[in-house]
C-alpha cells in the first residue's frame, strides 16, 4: 500500500528562472518547483505531488499536458506516448 500523500498548498513565492524565458521558479513546502512563466503568484492554491512519485497515466492525462510528461527508465508511459498509441 502506498504512503504517497498529495497535498493542496500554497505557494510560498514566486522567483524568475535564470536559465529560461518561459520559466519560473516556486518555493512550495520548502521545495524549488519549476512552474511556467506568469501562470502562478504567491499565495496561490496548488496541487503538490512530491519528488520521486510515479503518476498513473490515466491521472496525468488529466492533470498535464503531453508536453510536461515524460517517460525514464523508472516511470510510466508519458501522456504523450499513451495518446500516439490512440
Not at 9 to 33: F, S, T
Request: glycine share 4%; aromatic share 6%; proline share 7%.
Amino acid at each position: 500500500m502506498s504512503t504517497l500523500i498529495v497535498e493542496v498548498c500554497r505557494i510560498d513565492r514566486v522567483l524568475p528562472h535564470a536559465n529560461a524565458d518561459a520559466l519560473e521558479l516556486a518555493r512550495i513546502k520548502g521545495w524549488q518547483c519549476v512552474i511556467p512563466k506568469g501562470r502562478y503568484v504567491g499565495g496561490d492554491l496548488v496541487t503538490y505531488i512530491p519528488i520521486d512519485s510515479v503518476i498513473p497515466v490515466e491521472h496525468s492525462d488529466r492533470w498535464a499536458s503531453p508536453s510536461t510528461c515524460r517517460t525514464d527508465a523508472f516511470a510510466a508511459p508519458s501522456c504523450a506516448e499513451s495518446r500516439r498509441s490512440e
